[in-house]
């Protein structure tokens, strides 16, 4: 299981790209194989890691698609192989340590 960012930006389309932003979501409502979640800055997805790949090259190409003719991905990685890691539990993990102060090292 992995969990990765992604910011897929459309080069030279103005000001507000929440048009791309949107084909590209759509590719993700599409399917139910990747756990996402739409932030700010990124989104955040969780799953396999081949599924991961194919639904970043299927977002690009919806974004290029709804008319970007240039398109730069940046993609972050958290492939834990030692032990399932889920999006919540990383939020959760630094929520407990925002309880408990003295937890910050563990």
Same mark, same amino acid.
């Given at each position: 299981m992995a969990i =990765?960012? %992604?910011s897929i930006t459309p080069i030279g389309e103005g000001i507000s790209v929440s048009r791309f932003v949107a084909?590209?979501?759509e590719v993700l @409502?599409?399917?139910d194989r %990747?756990?996402? @979640? !739409? /932030?700010?800055?990124?989104?955040t997805l969780e799953g396999e890691l081949a599924d991961i790949y194919a639904l970043i090259q &299927?977002?690009?190409e919806a974004v290029v698609a709804a008319g970007a003719r240039r398109v730069s991905t940046v993609i972050k990685i /958290? /492939? @834990?192989r030692d032990r399932p890691a889920r999006m919540q539990d990383? !939020? /959760?993990? %630094?929520? =407990?340590? !925002?309880r408990d102060p *003295?937890? &910050? *090292?563990?």
């Open positions: =990765a960012a %992604v084909a590209a979501q @409502r599409g399917q %990747v756990a996402h @979640r !739409l /932030d700010p800055m990124f989104t &299927a977002m690009q /958290d /492939d @834990r990383k !939020l /959760d993990s %630094v929520e =407990a340590k !925002l *003295g937890r &910050a *090292g563990n």
